[in-house]
């Protein structure tokens, strides 16, 4: 679009070019370079966003450009005790419990090595398909154990996320609630059911709800104070791993992970 205005214009004197520039709003210079075709590029990519989405001359983003700084969602001073919490309760907790190698929970492709250790954590890169998986792993009962009891959840529900809580709601939840609008173009009327898969505060849940009123919204959370909170704010809760659900054909699972 761009392009075709500057060849459009390309042959007009400077007046009229200036003339037309200001006509839809565009900057003009009278100081600028010789050549007429860059100029005119030159004052179009000047001009605010605004103008070039109302002359059509940008297109609208697909998502919306965000701004953040980790400090707006993970206040320093929280952060340092909640890492060093998650270092006391991987010892605590997991030191000693058996693991098991898996296969790549995206392509169940078998067999590689761990590539780097955490916290006493291996983690495995996939050779097919790139996965990111934690492995060898303990058994599902040491995890509901550090959900329950762990020092690390605590501080987690309790003193990191309450003070971050409203600026991750602009910055993350509700972005993450239009991106999936967009991707499996969904209006206002959907009326399927969706589950958050370690739900949190619920704030996710919250902001579906809003756009999707019709909605059944169901959070699935281990953590003891999480869940707590959680409950509050959403219709249908689970807090225990345990409990299966037939998925019918107008539900969605989500999962995301965004300590
Ligand atoms: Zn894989």
Same mark, same amino acid.
């Given at each position: 679009?761009?392009?075709?205005?500057?060849?459009?214009?390309?042959?007009?004197? *400077? !007046?009229?070019?200036?003339?037309?520039?200001?006509?839809? $709003?565009?900057?003009?210079?009278?100081?600028?370079?010789?050549?007429?075709?860059?100029?005119?590029?030159?004052?179009?990519?000047?001009?605010?966003?605004?103008?070039?989405?109302?002359?059509?001359?940008?297109?609208?983003?697909?998502?919306?450009?965000?701004?953040?700084?980790?400090?707006?969602?993970?206040?320093?001073?929280?952060?340092?005790?909640?890492?060093?919490?998650?270092?006391?309760?991987? =010892?605590?907790?997991? !030191?000693?419990?058996?693991?098991?190698?898996?296969?790549?929970? $995206?392509?169940?492709?078998?067999?590689?090595?761990?590539?780097?250790?955490?916290? $006493?954590?291996? #983690?495995?890169?996939?050779?097919?398909?790139?996965?990111?998986?934690?492995?060898?792993?303990?058994?599902?009962?040491?995890?509901?154990?550090?959900?329950?009891?762990? =020092? !690390?959840?605590?501080? *987690?529900?309790?003193? #990191? #996320?309450?003070?971050?809580? =409203?600026?991750?709601?602009?910055?993350?939840?509700?972005?993450?609630?239009?991106?999936?609008? !967009?991707?499996?173009?969904?209006?206002?009327?959907?009326?399927?059911?969706?589950?958050?898969?370690?739900?949190?505060?619920?704030?996710?849940?919250?902001? *579906?709800?809003?756009?999707?009123?019709?909605?059944?919204?169901?959070?699935?959370?281990? $953590?003891?104070?999480?869940?707590?909170?959680?409950?509050?704010?959403?219709?249908?809760? *689970?807090?225990?791993?345990?409990?299966?659900?037939?998925?019918?054909?107008?539900?969605?699972?989500?999962?995301?992970?965004?300590?």
């Amino acid at each position: 679009m761009i392009r075709q205005i500057s060849q459009r214009l390309d042959g007009d004197d *400077w !007046s009229l070019i200036d003339l037309i520039l200001k006509q839809y $709003g565009l900057p003009t210079n009278d100081q600028c370079s010789n050549n007429k075709g860059d100029y005119i590029v030159n004052m179009i990519e000047t001009g605010s966003d605004d103008i070039l989405l109302d002359q059509g001359l940008i297109e609208k983003p697909r998502f919306e450009k965000l701004t953040m700084k980790e400090s707006d969602i993970r206040q320093p001073d929280k952060l340092a005790k909640y890492l060093e919490l998650n270092i006391r309760d991987a =010892e605590k907790l997991f !030191s000693d419990a058996p693991r098991n190698v898996i296969a790549c929970p $995206g392509c169940e492709a078998e067999g590689d090595e761990v590539t780097f250790k955490k916290n $006493g954590f291996g #983690f495995v890169v996939c050779s097919k398909c790139s996965s990111l998986f934690q492995s060898p792993r303990p058994l599902k009962k040491v995890f509901e154990k550090f959900y329950m009891t762990s =020092e !690390s959840s605590d501080y *987690w529900a309790t003193e #990191f #996320f309450p003070p971050v809580a =409203e600026v991750r709601r602009e910055k993350i939840f509700r972005p993450r609630v239009e991106q999936i609008q !967009s991707l499996l173009k969904l209006n206002e009327s959907y009326a399927g059911t969706i589950i958050d898969v370690e739900a949190g505060h619920g704030i996710f849940l919250e902001e *579906w709800a809003k756009c999707f009123p019709q909605n059944k919204c169901l959070a699935l959370e281990p $953590g003891k104070k999480l869940a707590t909170i959680c409950r509050r704010r959403v219709s249908r809760f *689970w807090r225990r791993f345990q409990r299966r659900h037939r998925s019918g054909e107008d539900e969605a699972m989500l999962s995301f992970a965004s300590k």
